[in-house]
Nanobody, 122 residues
Framework: QLQLVESGGGLVQPGGSLRLSCAAS????????IGWFRQASGKEREGVSC????????YYPDSVKGRFTLSRDTAKNTVFLQMNRLEVEDTAVYYC???????????????WGQGTQVTVSP
């Protein structure tokens, strides 16, 4: 079965950290472009990180740059999103995705995770 499974969400205070995991089964993540997205209640989906399969570079919007880091563990076929200095505005459901789509282009990914809730609250 081809799927992505996320984990690691939860409740954290402002200034805290969380690490989200996205494990793939049925396919090899290294062969795909990877994206992390979030969607807050009542808002549009927003991309928060992208990993290019071509050059291994990662990209972040200004809203999370310097606070979020995407990494991967090839042996575990898993990617991670380390989130530091979390802010109330980071509260959202976070999704990982894999596909053949360039970073910054339309998010036409083939596989999407089920989402994991991140809540940042005092």
């Amino acid at each position: 079965q081809l799927q992505l499974v996320e984990s690691g969400g939860g409740l954290v205070q402002p200034g805290g950290s969380l690490r989200l995991s996205c494990a793939a089964s049925g396919f090899t993540l290294d062969d795909y472009d990877i994206g992390w997205f979030r969607q807050a209640s009542g808002k549009e989906r927003e991309g928060v990180s992208c990993l290019s399969r071509h050059d291994g570079n990662t990209y972040y919007p200004d809203s999370v740059k310097g606070r979020f880091t995407l990494s991967r563990d090839t042996a575990k076929n898993t990617v991670f999103l380390q989130m530091n200095r979390l802010e109330v505005e980071d509260t959202a459901v976070y999704y990982c995705a894999a596909g053949f789509t360039p970073c910054g282009g339309p998010p036409e990914y083939d596989y999407w995770g089920q989402g994991t809730q991140v809540t940042v609250s005092p």
